[in-house]
C-alpha cells in the first residue's frame, strides 16, 4: 500500500501534491528535482534493479513528528515505481529546510515506516544551500527535523558541578599519605607545574598574587612563578583546578600536610588568560573555569606522579627507573586506570594509558546504548530499570582508580555495577578487599555527578569545508563503510573491537575498545583509546589499515573527505 494513500488521499484536510514524475534509467541514474526546488532526489548510476519512474508527492497531512523533533519542511513521499534500489546501494534524498538549525540543534532526516518515524541512517546538513541530505536504500516519506541535543538540568547538575570540582572522598589518604604528592607540591614552583598541565582558576586566586600577574614589574612576576611558595598559596586558596591541599599543621601552617585530587584535574580546563612576561606576552592556564566537556589535554598525570616520594625512593633501581620510564611515556592527556596495584585492585600488570575522554551528549549517547569507559564495560540496562552506568562507572573511578574511601561493587556500595561482563572471582575478592568501611561515597553524590556530566553537549560544528565534508559523508555510509560501526546519531554504535589501532590491546583492554562516539571530534585529538592518531586523516588510514570491513586502498582524496565528514559533526 502506498504511502500516498495512507496519509490522507482526497478526504485530508491539505490534499496530497503531485510534485515530479519522471522516468529514470538504472544504468544511468539521474538527479531530479522538483519544480519548487524544495525536494532532489539522486540516483547513482547502477543503484537500481531497472528502469523506472521517480515519484515525489508532497504529504497533505503527515503523521506527527515525536515530541523531541522540530519539523522544518513538509513531509514528501518519494516513490520508485516499477523498481527496487539494490541491496547494498544508497539514493540520496535532499529537502530544503525552513530554517538552519541553531546549537544544540542537529539538523536531521526522518523517515516514515511500519514501526512510526525514524532517522534515516545518515544525515548531512548542507548550509549554503539549507538543504537536509538523506542517504536511504528506497522510497518512503520523508521529513527534515532538527533534533535538539539532550543536556540535564536542575538542582542535582550544580551539586554535581561541585563534587566533581572539589570532592576527594579522603583520597588524600593515598595521594598523600602512599605517593606523598603534598612533598612534591610544597617544592614545585608554578611554571613547572604549568608546563605538566595544571590550571588554575583565576576566580579563587589571592588578590596579591592577581595583583603581580597583572602589574608592570616583569621581575616580580618571574620570582612568583619561580616561587613554591605561590604554588602553595593557590592550593590554598582552592585554585588549583582539580587538587585539594591540605595543611593541618598549625606550627607550620603554610607547608601542605597532605593533598588529594578531583576529577576536575583531567576532565576540567580554565580559558587561558595572556600575561605579559619577560619573553613577552604569554597565554597561560589561568583564567575562569572553561566548563564545556573537553578533557584537560595538558593535564600529564604520569609526569608529575614520577615525581612523587612514593617512586623517587623506591629502593630497587632497575625497578625504579622502569616505572619512572613507564609514567612519564604516558604523556598528556593519557592515564592509566588500570595502575597502581598498592590501591588499586583493577591494576593488570600492563602499561595502559588511555586518552582522557570528552563528557558531552550523554543523555542521547545513553538513549543509542552507549557504553562507558575505553573497555565498555559499564553500561545503561534500561529496559531493566539501570539507566545509571555513567554514575557507576563514576563510583569506580572514585573508588577504585582515585583511591576515595568507596565500596564499588560490594554489599555496601552506593549503586549497583552497571557491568557489560561479570569480573573474575579473583578480581571480586581484591575489590571487596579495597572497600572501606564505612563507604564514604554516598549515592546520590554519583548521581548528581552523573547529572553535571549529562549538561554537556558537543559544539556546533565550524570551520570545516562544505563540499570535501559532503563528499566524505557520502563515503562515510558508502565505501569507506565507517557506518558500519559508527551507525547511530551520535555516531557511535555496539561494535567491540581489538583490531583497530596498530598497537593490539593488552591486559585489562584485551577483550576489546569501544565505538566511541563522533561528535565534537575535531576538538579531541589525538584520537583512539592510545591516542596514537593526531589527525582524523590519520584516524582514517588506521582503519583502512586495520579493521575489517574497511577498504584498504581509499585514496588520499577520499581519506581527506572522510576526515573534514568527521569534522563537520
Keep these: 500500500m502506498s504511502l500516498l494513500t495512507a496519509c490522507g488521499g482526497s478526504s485530508s484536510a491539505r ?84 530554517a538552519a538549525p541553531e546549537h544544540p540543534q542537529i539538523a536531521e532526516m526522518m523517515r516514515f515506516g511500519a514501526d512510526g518515524w ?79 598541565g595544571v590550571q588554575v582558576d583565576l576566580a579563587r586566586v589571592p588578590q596579591p598574587i592577581v595583583d603581580v600577574l597583572v602589574g608592570d614589574d616583569l621581575a616580580a612576576k618571574d620570582e612568583a612563578l619561580a616561587d613554591p611558595a605561590v604554588t602553595r598559596a593557590l592550593l590554598k586558596a582552592d585554585a588549583v583546578v582539580g587538587v585539594r591541599g591540605f595543611f593541618d599543621d598549625p606550627e607550620n601552617e603554610d607547608m601542605l600536610t597532605s593533598a588529594g585530587i578531583t576529577c576536575a584535574l583531567c576532565h576540567v580546563n580554565v580559558e587561558p588568560t595572556e600575561f605579559e612576561l619577560t619573553g613577552g606576552p604569554t597565554l597561560l592556564p589561568v583564567g575562569p573555569l572553561a566548563l564545556d566537556g573537553l578533557p584537560n589535554f595538558a593535564m600529564n598525570t604520569g609526569a608529575i606522579i614520577s615525581l612523587t616520594p612514593f617512586v623517587q625512593a623506591m629502593e630497587d633501581d632497575e625497578m625504579r627507573d622502569a616505572l619512572i620510564a613507564a609514567l612519564q611515556g604516558w604523556g598528556p592527556g593519557r592515564h592509566d586506570v588500570r595502575a597502581f596495584g598498592a590501591f588499586n585492585p583493577l591494576d593488570d600488570d600492563v602499561d595502559n594509558p588511555t586518552t582522557f575522554p570528552p563528557l558531552w551528549n550523554f543523555l542521547d549517547l545513553r538513549d543509542q546504548g552507549y557504553a562507558y569507559n575505553w573497555d565498555g564495560e559499564f553500561i545503561n540496562d534500561i529496559e531493566g530499570g539501570l539507566p545509571n552506568g555513567l554514575a557507576s562507572q563514576a563510583e569506580a573511578v572514585y ?30 575478592a581484591a575489590i571487596a578487599a579495597a572497600a572501606n568501611t564505612p563507604n564514604l561515597i554516598p549515592a546520590q553524590d554519583l548521581l548528581d555527578v552523573q547529572d553535571w556530566q549529562r549538561s554537556f553537549t558537543s559544539p556546533a560544528p565550524a570551520g570545516f569545508d562544505e563540499a570535501l565534508a559532503e563528499d566524505g559523508f557520502r563515503l562515510f555510509y558508502g565505501r569507506a563503510n565507517c557506518g558500519g560501526c559508527h551507525g547511530s546519531a551520535e555516531f557511535t554504535g555496539p561494535v567491540i573491537t581489538a583490531s583497530i589501532t596498530d598497537e593490539t590491546p593488552m591486559g585489562g583492554l584485551a577483550g576489546g575498545i569501544k565505538t566511541p562516539g563522533l561528535r565534537g571530534v575535531r576538538l ?28 584498504d586502498d581509499l585514496s588520499e582524496a577520499e581519506i581527506m573527505a572522510v576526515a573534514e565528514f568527521m569534522r563537520s559533526l
Design 524 to 551: 579531541t585529538a589525538p584520537y583512539f583509546h592510545d591516542g596514537s592518531a593526531a589527525t582524523l586523516e590519520e584516524v582514517v588510514e588506521t582503519y583502512a589499515r586495520n579493521l575489517a570491513g574497511v577498504p
Design 15 to 98: 490534499p496530497n501534491v503531485l510534485l515530479l514524475a519522471e522516468p529514470v534509467s538504472a544504468l544511468e541514474g539521474g538527479v531530479f528535482t522538483t519544480a519548487d526546488e524544495q525536494v532532489t532526489v539522486d540516483i547513482p548510476p547502477g543503484a537500481l534493479e531497472n528502469d523506472g519512474i521517480v515519484r515525489v508527492v508532497r504529504a497533505g497531512r503527515p503523521p506527527a513528528q515525536p515530541a523531541n523533533l522540530m519539523a522544518v519542511s513538509a513531509a514528501y513521499d518519494v516513490q520508485l515505481l516499477n523498481t527496487t534500489v539494490l541491496e547494498g546501494e544508497r539514493i540520496a534524498v535532499e529537502i530544503r529546510a525552513a
Design 399 to 428: 573508588h577504585l582508580v582515585m583511591g576515595g574511601k568507596g565500596a564499588f561493587g560490594t554489599e555496601t556500595g552506593s549503586l549497583p555495577p552497571h557491568l557489560r561482563t561479570a569480573p573474575s572471582e579473583e578480581l571480586l
Design 118 to 196: 525514524a532517522r534515516t541512517r545518515g544525515s548531512f546538513f548542507r548550509a549554503s544551500m539549507q538543504r537536509t541530505i538523506a542517504l536511504t536504500d528506497g522510497q518512503g516519506l520523508y521529513q527534515a527535523v532538527h533534533r535538539t541535543l539532550q543536556s540535564a538540568s536542575g538542582d542535582g547538575v550544580a551539586r554535581g558541578e561541585q563534587i566533581f570540582l572539589y570532592e576527594t572522598y579522603e583520597n588524600e589518604d593515598i595521594w598523600g599519605g602512599v605517593l606523598g604528592l603534598h612533598e612534591l607540591l610544597n617544592g614545585l614552583d608554578p611554571a613547572t607545574a604549568v608546563g605538566v
